[in-house]
C-alpha cells in the first residue's frame, strides 16, 4: 500500500472515485518547497521544486499496486512520480509519501498559481466527464494515454 499526495483535480472526491470505483481515507497536507503553478492550453497543474514555497493538497491513504498503476497512466509521460516528505495539517506528522513532478522544469508553459476552487467552478464537471471516459478507455485491450486520447 502506497500513500500518494494529490495537489490537483485528484484533490476531488468524485474525480478519484471515478477512477479507482472509491474514495480512500485522507489527510490534508503540505508539501513544502514546491510551487503549484497552471500550465497554458490546460485544466490541470503542475508542480515543480521552488525553495520557500508550499503547495497545499491531501494525501490518499492505502492506494493499492492497481490503483497506482491507474494514477501513473492517468498521470501519463509528462509527470514523474517521486517520493516526497509532506506534513500533514491536523497534526504536523511528516510523512514520506509519492507525488507527480512535472518532469520539464524550466517549461515556458507553466505560469502563475493553479486554484483548485476556480477549477471546480469552471472544469470539474468536464473533467469527471474525460475522466470517467479515460477509465472506460483504460479497460480496453488497445488503451491509449490520457493526452494521446484527449
Not at 483548485?116 to 470539474?124: G, I, R, V, Y
Not at 466527464?129 to 488497445?142: A, G, N, S, V, Y
Amino acid at each position: 500500500m502506497t500513500n500518494v499526495f494529490v495537489y490537483g483535480s485528484l484533490i476531488s472526491d468524485d474525480v478519484v472515485s471515478a477512477l479507482l470505483s472509491r474514495v480512500p481515507p485522507s489527510h490534508p497536507a503540505i508539501l513544502p518547497n514546491y510551487h503549484r503553478f497552471s500550465i497554458k492550453e490546460r485544466v490541470y497543474p503542475a508542480i515543480i521544486p521552488v525553495e520557500n514555497n508550499k503547495v497545499v493538497g491531501k494525501v490518499l491513504i492505502g492506494i493499492t499496486p492497481p490503483e497506482l498503476y491507474i494514477f501513473d497512466t492517468f498521470e501519463d509521460a509528462e509527470y514523474e512520480r517521486k517520493t516526497v516528505d509532506v506534513f500533514l495539517i491536523d497534526s504536523s506528522e511528516k510523512l514520506q509519501v509519492e507525488t507527480y513532478v512535472w518532469q520539464n522544469k524550466t517549461d515556458p508553459n507553466l505560469y502563475g498559481e493553479w486554484d483548485f476552487e476556480a477549477w471546480k467552478q469552471l472544469h470539474l464537471k468536464d473533467f469527471l466527464k474525460m475522466t470517467t471516459e479515460f477509465k472506460e478507455e483504460m479497460e480496453l485491450p488497445d488503451s491509449k494515454t490520457r493526452v494521446a486520447t484527449y
